[in-house]
């Protein structure tokens, strides 16, 4: 049970450490400050609910962090909203909802990979998957947000991000060149190339692009003025595996402008590992199936099947307060329900981004809830309320159960695979 547990998990942590030295070198490159640069030139006052919701967005899919993007980017955002007259509440939720959809949406998120890798989906299917679920959603979010902003009159000015944006401007060449990187990386996604070798591509092209667009930051970070070819090389290996900063001398851009490579994903390689070793235990000795077996009497359908997954999800970030276990424990249970009803993995692992990572933030007590709340100063009790995005998904994702709509189903062939690859 352990064994089986742990070697099902090894795909998922493979890729987490990909996603880590992909990073530093996207960091290196310049590829992550170009986004939040150009994303927040996006920014205009008559629309800062939309747009302080977008610019999260972009930069938490960038980084793959929801804390990182609420700690940087969002602290920034609610000084420019609070100049504006706007109340915390309102600028923490728009906040919120966009840090959370790059949590469940980026390629680079743990909860991305932890959700397809406890359902045994593919990465970059998973994530194509989410699209009609997170689409919609985001899609009321901003227009919500809009209306909001529309009725609501604003002063002051957005001053306050000058210095955050001439910080990196100073610090990197900022370029549009650089979006090749990331284009090649989603274009990879939509031919269904394999997770591994789109990130190892992703890695080596921000390495190269590093060397053609950021000399002075290899020198920053290699600590070394001569010898370029050494000094490249030096950067690049410590941007892969271990963490490396770029200092500008602005508190927040230095706070953004930092990677923990491949060293930075252990803890969350620990936490799968434990989880792991956990439910195989729960597994092997028969409690989880006992659990399950409970809870899913009155799932006959994909609809209830879906809403038990939410629910459970749910009452696990309520009662267990980690968003983590919100996933690792539904994903557990339900992996074999949902492939006797003939749901793909995919259906599975969007389910489980759709109710337990989003739904985290809005617990004040759990872990999520309660750190983004004393990084943004506000109490989390304000900004719940008006976190659309995260009180809308899980809904929309039960809807679309309910009523048939893009649900991920096995074709027969498929499921006698299936079948046979399953049975002892």
Not at 11 to 16: K, R, S, T, V
Request: contains cysteine; glycine residues 10%.
């Amino acid at each position: 049970g352990v064994v089986k547990s742990i070697s099902a998990a090894i795909p998922a942590i493979l890729i987490l450490l990909l996603i880590g030295s992909l990073a530093g070198t996207w960091l290196l490159s310049g590829i992550i400050p170009s986004m939040v640069y150009y994303g927040l030139h996006i920014l205009n006052p008559t629309i800062f609910l939309v747009a302080a919701c977008v610019i999260c967005a972009i930069v938490s899919i960038a980084t793959g962090t929801s804390w990182g993007t609420v700690a940087t980017i969002g602290v920034a955002l609610l000084g420019v909203g609070r100049a504006l007259g706007l109340p915390d509440g309102l600028i923490g939720g728009a906040i919120i909802s966009g840090a959370y959809l790059g949590d469940k949406f980026s390629p680079m998120s743990d909860t991305s990979n932890l959700s397809a890798g406890m359902a045994g989906a593919d990465l970059f299917t998973h994530i194509r998957f989410m699209v009609w679920t997170t689409l919609p959603t985001m899609v009321i979010t901003l227009i919500l947000f809009l209306l909001i902003g529309l009725f609501r009159e604003t002063t002051g000015e957005y001053q306050d991000i000058t210095p955050f944006l001439q910080a990196i401007d100073g610090a990197f060449n900022i370029t549009p060149w650089l979006f090749l990187v990331p284009a090649l990386v989603i274009f990879l996604i939509v031919k269904k190339a394999p997770a591994a070798p789109a990130l190892f591509l992703g890695t080596l092209v921000g390495a190269v692009f590093a060397l053609i667009f950021q000399p002075q930051i290899i020198k920053q970070v290699s600590g070394m003025e001569g010898q370029f070819h050494l000094a490249s090389f030096i950067a690049i290996m410590k941007a892969m595996y271990t963490d490396i900063s770029v200092v500008t001398g602005h508190d927040i851009a230095d706070n953004l402008l930092q990677t923990g490579g491949m060293s930075g994903m252990l803890k969350t390689v620990w936490l799968i590992l434990c989880a792991m070793i956990f439910g195989g235990i729960m597994e092997g000795s028969g409690l989880l199936q006992r659990i399950t077996e409970s809870i899913i009497r009155w799932a006959h359908n994909t609809g209830s099947l879906v809403a038990s997954t939410v629910a459970t999800s749910i009452f696990i970030n309520l009662t267990a307060s980690d968003q983590y276990l919100s996933l690792v424990i539904p994903g557990r249970m339900y992996s074999d329900t949902y492939r006797k009803q003939g749901l793909k993995p995919e259906m599975l692992s969007r389910t489980l981004q759709d109710s337990g990572t989003v739904t985290s933030a809005l617990v004040p007590w759990n872990t999520c809830g309660a750190t983004q709340g004393a990084v943004l100063g506000i109490s989390p009790f304000s900004f719940v309320p008006y976190a659309f995005f995260n009180i809308l998904t899980p809904i929309v994702t039960v809807l679309f159960a309910y009523f048939n709509i893009k649900i991920a189903r096995f074709k027969a062939h498929e499921q006698d695979a299936q079948r046979h690859t399953h049975e002892p």
